[in-house]
């Protein structure tokens, strides 16, 4: 079993900054891949970025140049510094991690989800 906590969601002006961390605890041997998702209301979750062990970064289009992922493999945490916000960045964000235990069982684990809201 593995558990992903979120934090640091919350309201925000546009062109302010949030910074959300998501640490990772349980049965984990090694973490693969992690990354954060989005889902605004009447949408389908989508892609935000994601970092590999060796971190190798992945960007939607429309956070780029705006938004950063990064890792800390030691605390088994994942972040993501979001810049210059504006109001489509509106959503709950996920926390996502590609996970394998001691016993070499893999999990696709996710967080509860965190409120991040750019209004003025």
């Known amino acids: 079993q593995v558990q992903l906590v979120e934090s640091g969601g919350g309201l925000v002006q546009p062109g302010g900054s949030l910074r959300l961390s998501c640490v990772a605890s349980g049965s984990i041997f090694r973490i693969n891949v992690m990354g954060w998702y989005r889902q605004a209301p009447g949408k389908e979750r989508e892609l935000v970025a994601t970092i590999t062990s060796r971190m190798i970064t992945n960007y939607a289009d429309s956070v780029k140049g705006r938004f950063t992922i990064s890792r800390d493999n030691a605390k088994s945490t994942v972040y993501l510094q979001m810049n210059s916000l504006k109001p489509e960045d509106t959503a709950v964000y996920y926390c996502?991690?590609?996970?394998?235990?001691?016993?070499?069982?893999?999990?696709?684990?996710w967080g509860q989800g965190t409120q991040v809201t750019v209004s003025s």
């Open positions: 996502n991690a590609d996970t394998v235990s001691y016993d070499s069982s893999w999990y696709d684990s």
